[in-house]
C-alpha cells in the first residue's frame, strides 16, 4: 500500500510540478527546468523527486521525500544527510531539500537537519518539515492550483468545520477546477487513496463514485494491479487446499509473473476444477 501512494504521489509530482514547486518553495518565482533521475547509486536508497529549478534568477536543486509516517528504519534526519550530500556532490548547486509528511501524526519530532561542531570541525544539514495537517487547507484551495488538490483532505479545515464536510469541500473543488477530464479523474483518485489515510473507506466510496476516477490511468494500473494479486492469491488459496504444498510452492514463481489478468482468471477457474496438479501446470506453461 505504501508503494501506492509513492507511486500516485510521484505521478501528481510529474503533471504539476509548477504548482507544487512554488507550494514547498512559498514563492511564485519558481520555474521547473527538469525532471532529473532519482536513482542514487552510492548510496541504498532512493529519492522520491528531484527537479532542477531555477529560483529567483538562480538555478538550484529541489528534492522532495514523500513520507506516509515517521521513517522508523533510519532517523530522516540522517537519511537526508545522504541524500544533500550525494546532490550537492553530483550537481554543485545549491539543494533545497524538503519532507512532505501525510498522516496527522507524523513528522512531529523531526528536527528538520542534523548539525555538529567540534574544534576546527563543522557541519550543518538543513531541510524544511512539510506536516500536511499543519497547512491551513481554506487557503490552499483559494490557490486554484490543481497539482495541490489531492492533499488537501489531510489539511487543516476552517475551524469548527466537521471533517466529512471539509472532505466534501475538497471534492467540490477539484472537481470544479478547469482541467481535462482525465487530470480530473487523477486528482480525484489521488484524494481517494490519500483521503485513505484518515477516512473512512466507506465515506470515500459515497462522496467520490467510481465512475468519477475510471479515466485516471493512475486508478486503472494499481486497480488491475490489485485484481491481479487478489487472483493469484485466490489461485494458490485453492491449489493447497488440494495438493501438496511442495508441488504448489514449485509452480508459485511462474504464477506470480503472469501479468495478463484474463489468464490468470482462467487458471483461477481451472485451478477450483482440475483432478491433479500435473493438468494445473500444463495449462499454467500454455
Not at 11 to 16: F, P, R, V
Not at 26 to 36: F, P, Q
Not at 89 to 109: C, D, E, L, T, W
Not at 161 to 171: D, G, K, N, S
Request: aromatic share 10%; glycine share 6%.
Amino acid at each position: 500500500m505504501a508503494q501506492d501512494y509513492d507511486n500516485i504521489g510521484k505521478k501528481i509530482w510529474a503533471d504539476h510540478a509548477e504548482d507544487l514547486s512554488q507550494f514547498v518553495l512559498d514563492t511564485d518565482n519558481v520555474e521547473v527546468l527538469a525532471d532529473l533521475g532519482t536513482e542514487q547509486q552510492i548510496i541504498e536508497r532512493e529519492t522520491d523527486i528531484i527537479k532542477r529549478i531555477r529560483i529567483n534568477g538562480r538555478e538550484a536543486i529541489l528534492h522532495v521525500e514523500l513520507q506516509l509516517r515517521d521513517s522508523t528504519d533510519t532517523p530522516m534526519w540522517a537519511r537526508n544527510t545522504q541524500y544533500q550530500g550525494y546532490l550537492i556532490g553530483k550537481y554543485q548547486m545549491p539543494v533545497y531539500s524538503n519532507v512532505i509528511y501525510f498522516h496527522p501524526n507524523a513528522g512531529r519530532n523531526d528536527p528538520g537537519g542534523y548539525t555538529y561542531s567540534w574544534s576546527d570541525y563543522e557541519h550543518t544539514n538543513r531541510y524544511k518539515v512539510i506536516r500536511l495537517i499543519e497547512i491551513d487547507g481554506q487557503a490552499v484551495l483559494e490557490m486554484l492550483a490543481p497539482g495541490i488538490l489531492p492533499f488537501t483532505p489531510l489539511m487543516k479545515p476552517p475551524t469548527g468545520m466537521a471533517p466529512e464536510r471539509w472532505l466534501q469541500e475538497c471534492i467540490d473543488a477539484t472537481r470544479a477546477v478547469p482541467v481535462d477530464q482525465r487530470t480530473q479523474a487523477d486528482l480525484l483518485y489521488g484524494i481517494y487513496l490519500f483521503g485513505g489515510i484518515v477516512y473512512a473507506s466507506a465515506l470515500l466510496d459515497q462522496l467520490i463514485q467510481e465512475g468519477l476516477m475510471q479515466e485516471s490511468k493512475t486508478y486503472q494500473y494499481l486497480r488491475e494491479k490489485f485484481l491481479r494479486e487478489a487472483t493469484i492469491e485466490n489461485t494458490l488459496a485453492l491449489l493447497e487446499d488440494q495438493f501438496q504444498a511442495e508441488a504448489v510452492n514449485a509452480l508459485t514463481p511462474e504464477l506470480r509473473s503472469i501479468n495478463d489478468l484474463q489468464k490468470l482468471k482462467q487458471l483461477l477457474v481451472a485451478a477450483a476444477r482440475v483432478q491433479n496438479i500435473e493438468t494445473f501446470e500444463q495449462m499454467l506453461h500454455e
